[in-house]
């Protein structure tokens, strides 16, 4: 395999370090990519605003032209990109498909959306104005992305910024940097205007500080945890910018007494299971009332059973973690939480003789002064509490500094309407699962800043002018 480079403007290029990755689901080698370093960030910033200057008065049709011409190359390229998942971030090939389909579909999405450089007008005529709304690109936007969906993510990011008429730097995560890096290989081979989207790997604090410390970028996105997410503000600080970001979670998942528990159980099982659990809005915290707990748990253990790394059914198959040290994170959390009282009902330790497996793991007996009560589990483990009445039960979902996503499992409307109205999350989902990229996703309190997917996701990335003129 060669080793894979960083797009910088319209240009693949090496440099003296490689960083090697591992395939979590054997420990063989899953590719390498040189790192980008300081001098080359800094140009990549330099060629951004260039294009951003060039391109900010495009036409709607010539910005959706280009969104079409990247989802029709990711296209041809999509089993190229597939194969890179599976080797970076040990996907099954169903699920690596899928990724790459969603990313396409991101960037096919805004490419539907791009609006014109939109204006509002309204006449004035008790003060003798008109007034007029003009949105404008901000100019530079970069991204830094995660290693959990980088498919998508890019699709998600990149599709914005050039639907509203931006250039987009791309920072890959460390822990998954080579499906990004393919498609920066692909972009080089289009007619693109140069430096309109650059993509970078590397050291990841010289990466931020170079990037966000600049004061070339107008606006900042990222996805990770809170704590990665106030690092980059701190040290974005050098100039005023714009901040869109999608942080940690610790999403409650209520189940009452009136549930229908085969449809909780199973939707529970399956976001927690779904990439190793290694999802923002993954359920964290599952509050069950007291009289249907057991019998809860041994619906969810029934499930669980259902579920292998090795499954030849699709949708009861489970992925490693990213990497070795993340497994002994959250084995040494399950470790914890056992210690601290609570219950192993299932799972608990490593799967496999090799790579990052985690047992598919259920605990009961969770206390909210436990650690794992207050820790992003980011892990395929099932932590159960109990509650013994309503108010109860959406005091504890609130009981955090996250406010990602909720759920909410219930046959009483009333209670089902209450719990959404006044539970903190960006997102609630009562008897069911459903994001898309036409679905407004952000966070509350120390989850994040604005709307990820949807209209309300283009905000961010324009400036808003008033003009008014008096009639004369």
Not at 38 to 61: G, N, P, Q, T, Y
Not at 72 to 83: K, P, Q, T, Y
Not at 257 to 264: C, S
Request: proline share 5%; glycine share 8%; hydrophobic share 40%.
């Amino acid at each position: 395999m060669d080793t894979l480079k960083n797009l910088i403007g319209g240009t693949l290029e090496d440099s003296p370090e490689v960083r090697h990755i591992v395939n979590p689901t054997d420990g063989s080698p899953g590719g390498s990519i040189y790192d980008c370093t300081k001098e080359k960030a800094h140009r990549a910033l330099l060629l951004a605003e260039s294009a951003a200057r060039s391109i900010r008065s495009a036409s709607v049709d010539e910005r959706r032209k280009m969104l079409e011409t990247l989802s029709e190359a990711i296209e041809e390229n999509a089993e190229i990109i597939a194969g890179i998942h599976i080797r970076e971030s040990g996907k099954p090939i169903e699920a690596a498909r899928n990724e790459v389909r969603n990313g396409v579909g991101f960037l096919r999405y805004f490419a539907s959306i791009a609006p014109e450089l939109e204006i509002e007008e309204t006449s004035d005529s008790e003060r003798g104005f008109v007034h007029r709304l003009v949105r404008t690109p901000v100019g530079v936007v970069v991204s830094f992305l995660p290693f959990n969906f980088p498919s998508g993510q890019f699709g998600l990011k990149v599709g914005a910024a050039l639907a509203t008429g931006n250039a987009c730097i791309v920072k890959s995560s460390e822990k998954a940097p080579l499906a990004h890096a393919a498609i920066g290989s692909i972009i080089a081979g289009l007619n693109l205007p140069d430096g309109i989207i650059s993509v970078l790997s590397g050291d990841p604090v010289m990466l931020m500080e170079t990037l966000a410390g600049s004061s070339i970028p107008r606006l900042v996105t990222l996805i990770g945890s809170t704590g990665a997410g106030t690092a980059l503000a701190r040290t974005a600080s050098t100039s005023v910018k714009k901040f869109d970001l999608e942080l940690g979670g610790n999403s409650p998942f209520i189940v009452s007494a009136d549930a229908d528990l085969d449809l909780a159980s199973n939707t529970l099982v399956s976001a927690k299971l779904s990439n190793a659990g290694q999802i923002c809005v993954a359920p964290n915290r599952v509050l069950v009332e007291r009289s249907i707990h057991d019998q809860f748990v041994a619906k969810c253990k029934t499930v669980l059973s259902e579920y292998s790394h090795a499954s030849e059914k699709p949708n009861r198959r489970y992925v490693p973690l990213i990497t070795r040290e993340h497994r002994d994170r959250v084995l040494e959390l399950i470790r914890l939480t056992e210690a601290e009282g609570a219950t192993i009902v299932c799972g608990g330790g490593p799967d496999g003789n090799c790579g990052n497996f985690v047992q598919p793991t259920m605990l009961t007996g969770v206390r909210p002064d436990m650690a794992i009560w207050k820790t992003e589990i980011f892990g395929p483990v099932i932590s159960l509490t109990v509650y013994d009445a309503a108010d109860q039960a959406i005091a504890m979902a609130n009981d955090t500094e996250y406010g990602l996503a909720a759920y909410v499992f219930s046959s009483d409307t009333s209670f089902c309407e209450r719990a959404s109205r006044e539970i903190d999350a960006g997102t609630v989902l009562v008897n069911g699962s459903v994001f898309g990229a036409d679905l407004p996703h952000g966070g509350l309190k120390q989850s994040g800043i604005g709307k990820a997917h949807s209209r309300m996701a283009l905000d961010p990335y324009y400036d808003v002018k008033r003009i008014s003129r008096k009639i004369l």
